[in-house]
């Protein structure tokens, strides 16, 4: 008596061969989709630097800003329109990620970039500060990013700063809103 299954193992067949010559296709056509894909973000962040052109050009940080009153070393995240996380502005180098030198002063804020374009937001435009948690591109734990409401050529924006010690963040909150209430009628 014979088993059938007995029948299907002497049946044995092996698997079909690939060709080489479909696999090569196949991961080129990948690596050309990752390409193009690369390319049109590259090509929509130079769409939205070209929008955002009007923008005026970011104030130098001035020679004598006086004595500084808080620093902190830490990252920038980048800047967005004020209330808007995840409307990243990219114009003037805002876009760039970094290592960052804050230093706040009675004439303002200085911030200073290693790598990318510094700038300063004079002590009338700051419009307050707040502990998020997150701004276009990057999410933290709550309370665990600086944000800093500031205007420029008529419009406010946000931008986020992450300090190497965290327990530094309040500090930078306090002073900035109590700066903001004694220059608010200054406008």
């Known amino acids: ?49 070209t929008l955002q052109s ?7 940080i001035p020679a004598a800003a006086g004595e500084p009153l808080l620093t902190m070393s830490g990252r920038y995240h980048g800047t967005t329109t004020a209330g808007h996380w995840l409307d990243r502005v990219v114009a003037h180098g805002l876009g760039t990620r970094s290592r960052v030198e804050l230093t706040l002063t009675a004439q303002g804020v200085a911030v200073v970039r290693p790598g990318a374009t510094d700038f300063f937001v004079p002590a009338s435009k700051i419009r307050g500060a707040r502990l998020d948690k997150g701004i276009a591109g990057k999410v933290l734990t709550e309370g665990g990013l600086l944000v800093i409401t500031w205007e420029h ?25 109590d700066r903001h209430k004694t220059t608010e009628g200054t406008r």
């Open 54 to 60: 009007a923008m005026p050009e970011l104030r130098e």
């Open 1 to 49: 008596m014979t088993y059938p299954y007995l029948l299907l193992a002497e049946a044995r067949e092996s698997q079909p061969v690939t060709h080489l010559g479909e696999r090569i296709g196949w991961v080129v056509g990948l690596l050309l989709f990752v390409a193009l894909c690369y390319w049109l973000m590259r090509q929509g962040w130079k769409w939205r630097g």
């Open 153 to 177: 050529g008529g419009k406010e924006y946000d931008s986020g700063f992450r300090s190497d010690h965290a327990a530094e963040h309040g500090d930078w909150v306090a002073a900035l809103n």
